[in-house]
Each structure stands twice: as C-alpha cells, then as structure tokens.
C-alpha cells in the first residue's frame, strides 16, 4: 500500500499560479518589475488561486454527488425523471407467442403446454395440454382470468379448447426476455454542499481585512485603502459563492417534482460587510429570482420530454397561468409516464366485477389531459355530488325563460338600461374552500336552482362575459352573464354590495373551472365487445374499431381537433378511431347503457350483454361522429 507520487504541474494550484504571473507580466510590462512572493499583487494571485483551487475541488466530484442532497446517502434514480430499465421496457404481452409465454409462467397448476392463434374472427383461440386427472374447469377459468388481466385494446378471446399439442414450437430462454436487473441505487455522499468560506479571511493580518480587522492606530488614508480592496475582493467572493451555491442546488434542480430549485449560501462572514452590499440590487439580480430558477426547471423538463418523446409544455400552459403550476404538472406527469407508457395499450379486465377498472390505455390519455384517473365512473354523477343537473342549452333556454332573462327583469322593473351603470369584474385573491362553495350556492340563482347549462360549462369560467350592474334605486348590484352565442344576458344573482358580488363571481370561475376538469374525461368503445351475447360480432368488419366519446364541454380546454389529434397518435396505428361529441342529454343516456353492459360482462350475463350491446351500437348509429361547436347546440 502506498500513495502514488503526484508530478508538481499536476498540481491545479501551481497551473493556476504559473499562468496568473505569465498573464500578469504580459498585461503590465515593465511597469510591475517585481513578482516575489512579498508583493502584495501575488499574495493576492496566490490566495485568489487557492480559493478557486478548493472551488475546483467542490465542482470536480461525480456528478451524482450533486444529486444526493445536503445529506447524502442512496440516490434513487426515479425521483431525478431516469427510471430504471424494468420501467422503461416492460414485459408487454402482444402477440400470441407472448400470450403462451404469459401462461407457461404463471405455473398454473396441471397445464402442460399451451398454443395461442388467432382464429377466423379475429379472435384468439387458446388450446391447453393438461395433465391427465387435470381440474380443467379451474384451469379455463385460470386461463381466461390471466387473459383479459392482460387483453389489449380491440382483442378478445374467443374459444378455450384442450387437447394434445403436437409441433411443439422450442422455446428459448431468451424468446422474451425479462428486463429485471434496473440500476443499482448510487451513494452520494453528500460532498457538494453549499458552503463558503470568504477568501478574505485566509488574508495576513496586516491587510485589515481578515477577521481580525483594521490594525489598532490605522490612519484614515489606511481605512480607505482596506475598504478599497475589500470591495475589489467581493467581487471574486460573490462568484465562487454562487458557482459554490448552485453546485449544492443541483439536486433540487434536476429532481422531479414541481418544486422550483431552491439555493440559498450563507453570507459571506467578514467584518464591515454591510457598507459594500445593496440589498436591492442583490435581490433583483437575474441569478436570485424565483422566476429565473422555474424557468430552469421548466428547461430540464423540456430535457426529459426530449427522451421520453413527449411534448408535455403545450398540454397545459394553456389552461394555467403560472409556471410553477404547469412545472408541477409536467413533473407529475413525466414521472408516471414510464409505467403508462408500458400499459398504454392495455384495456380493462373483462372479468373485473369492479365497474370502476380504468383501462391502461384510458388512464395514458387521461394523464395527457391533466386528469390522472384511478377510478371510471360516471361523468353525471360527478355533477350530482355537486347536486346539479346537466342539461342541454335548448332545454334550458326554452323552459327557464323568466329565470335567465335579464331584459325580462329590467323591463317588470320599470328599469332604464344605462350603460354608464355596468362595469367589469376585476379578478381578486379569494380563498377558496368548501365554505366559499356553500356560499356560492346561495347566492348564484342557476346554482340555487341545482341546474347547470352545458354552455355554460364552456363559457362560464370567462370573466369577460360577466358584468356588474349598478340599480341604484334599490342600492343593489346584478351579477349579470352574456351569453356569446345567444347574445342574451343573464342574472346570476343580487347582492347589496360590490365587493360581495366580486367575491362571489371569483369564488364562481373557480368553481367551473374545477368543475369541468373533473368532468372532462371520455369513454373508449371497442367494436369488437359489441356481440351478440353468443360471442358473435354484429360486424366483424370493425373489429379493429373504437369509438371515442367525448362531452362537448371538453372543447373548453382543448379544440376538437387538437384534442383528438392527441388521442390518435397514441393509440395503436391499425386501430379506426371515431370520435363523437356528446350533448348532455345524449351522455345520460349513453353512461346508462355503458355501466349497465359493463356490469353484464363482468358478471358473465351473456344475454343481458348482448342486448345492451346492440342498443350501444343504435346509439352510435344515431350520433353524428362530428358535431364541432356551440353554435346549433341552443
């Protein structure tokens, strides 16, 4: 054991020394003759150089030292956004080769082999060896189970036969392989953090500046000179310091989360620091500003959309203002996207009796859209825990004439319409909470009511649409809505004074804008589940084919085409995709008949299935497959 001899111009220091005094001689000529270690210049050049010596030793680590946080310990590549291989490339069953291997490792007990195809229909057909003494009724049932865990979006399974499997295909161990062994968790030490110590302090005390301080009888020239150069030396403090700072913020940086990064060194411990620094200037400096740092933030989720081939920026900025609040969904997002990335294909459990399962490839969409789901349940039960009820524009307009008819109110009133008495509605900070909901309810006529207009859904979060009228007669204030499409106003409500109605209209926007994200989710239909109860398709020609349902007030956070167009190039390419808008009162009628058959199938009710499925397949007949806009929807 011994330590290995370092060559002298490996030394960084002496490189940093030899350069300064060459650089130095260059610059000044024959004006500085003198570059012995007594000149104050080189005590400067050597201390200087021995700061960025121990700079360079903080910043020359593994990279993944920076990537530990302040106490160090295992690395977990997962919360930095790089998952582990298992994650990225997952055991995906999608051919009949997969299926049998799916099988084969399940060990189920008396299968001895087993061949997967694909019949006439499009259907698979497995056959299963047994051996003999077998209970083949708990092995079908055993089979079928694990099929439909892993069924893909348009498969079915159509027949479990058993009989002796002659040809056996070989297998090899690597046929599929399994991607098991992930990364191993890296220690970090912990050794990048965020400390400084001012190259001032290593000074001699005769300079004054260490902390010692001024020398006792210094004059007030001296004084001057101190002050001078500590100035001058702040300079390279406050780089090192920063450079130092940044390097301990990097684990916050690349972490995947919303966070925005986070540094703070502490100051900078010298005597009399307080005369050089401008608080104001330090706090407006680019490299200290919370927005500076989300943007960096933003910049290394822009990275990771690179290597996962997602473009996860334009999915919300849209719809939120801040970029702390599109950070934090974007990091949500991209850390569930390996794990749906590899179910994306994947659709719901036929023999699931919960209702709720969510397919693999709904619950992908559905994170791309800001609303990850865990649970599928109605979209109308969403409104009746709000105790509202949907209904169509032309429902509402026509049977609640007297209710929105603002001209209706004016006009029985004896009122004059005086523009000067309208004015806008200024957004405020509110706190919004379950109480400012149940005031909200009193106060809002159509929530009063326990009605919604589906419109309204779409334009009611818009403060451009709304207006305070003043009735000065009665000292009171209408909360007022026109309609753009109707070009007819609507009260909302009255209220005795202003800053109330500003209150209620905020905690209003609030309220549909949650609304409609937690109601803006779609329903997937295979075409190839649509049979008749025996097993038989109606029409065998679309079993490659689903239909998208969608509610239209979804075309308030994405136009129709954007939205579909995210769909499509995520789903399976040989798959005919239809899409179709729905209107309230079509979306009632649809859930119904969806759950309902949803139910019959996981109940194994063949009958009760097939008749449901051909009252689904009228009403796609009877649902026009686009039907973009608000304009006829009165």
Known sequence: MFIPRREKKDNFYIRLQERSIEMLQQLSGAVWSDYNPHDPGVTMLDLLNYALLE???????????????????????????????????????????????????????????????????????????????????????????????????????????FGKISGRRKRTPDERPSIRPGLSPILSYGMATGTYRSVQLDFPDCYGINENGIPVGATAEHHARIRQLKGYLLIFDYLMKHATGQAAAASGLFELSGRTPYYKVPAIQIPGIREFIDRERISAARIDRSDFRKVQKSRYLD??????????????????????????????????????HAERFRSFDLSDENPGAVP???????????????????????????????????????????????????????????????????????????????????????????????????????????????????????????????????????????????????????????????CSSFYLLEHILLNDGAGETANPDENHTLSVLIPYWVQKLYHPAQYESLLTERLPAHLEVRFLWLHADRLYSFEHLYFSWKKALSSRQSALAGRLAIEIRQFLENTPAYEHGYENNA
């Open 55 to 161: 700079l360079e030793y903080k910043l020359n680590f593994p990279f993944e030292e920076y990537l530990g946080g302040k106490e160090g310990g295992e690395l977990h590549t997962q919360r930095l956004g790089v998952p582990v291989p298992d994650d990225f490339f997952s055991d995906a069953v999608v051919t009949p080769a997969d299926y049998e291997q799916l099988i084969l490792e399940q060990k189920i007990e008396g299968i001895k082999d087993c061949r997967v195809t694909l019949d006439e229909r499009g259907l698979y057909r497995i056959v299963v060896e047994t051996i003999d003494g077998s209970d083949l009724y708990g092995i079908r049932r055993a089979v079928e189970k694990l099929y439909h865990a892993h069924r893909n979006l348009c498969e079915n399974l159509g027949e479990i036969g």
């Open 303 to 340: 990275m990771l959309d690179v290597i996962y081939g997602e473009d996860t920026s334009t999915l919300f900025t849209r719809h939120f203002r801040t970029l702390s609040e599109v950070n934090r969904l974007r990091a949500e997002l991209l850390a569930q996207l390996p794990r749906l």
């Open 360 to 518: 693999g490839v709904k619950r992908f969409l559905s994170a791309f859209l800001g609303f990850l789901l865990t649970e599928e349940k109605p979209l109308t039960h969403i409104f009746s825990h709000h105790h509202l009820k949907l209904i169509r524009d032309s429902r509402f307009f026509d049977r609640q004439s007297i209710l929105p008819n603002l001209e209706f109110l004016f006009r029985e009133a004896g009122h004059n319409w005086d523009p000067a008495d309208v004015e806008t509605i200024p957004h405020t900070e509110i706190v919004y909470n379950e109480q400012a909901v149940h005031r909200l309810r009193k106060r809002i006529n159509l929530l009063w009511h326990n009605i919604i207009f589906e419109s309204f859904l779409v334009y009611g979060q818009e403060s451009d649409y709304y207006r305070i009228v003043h009735l000065k007669k009665e000292e009171e204030y209408l909360l007022v809505f026109k309609h753009p499409q109707m070009e007819r106003w609507i009260n909302l409500g009255a209220f005795r004074s202003r800053e109330g109605l500003i209150e209620t209209a905020n905690i209003l926007w609030q309220f549909l804008t949650q609304l409609v994200y937690e």
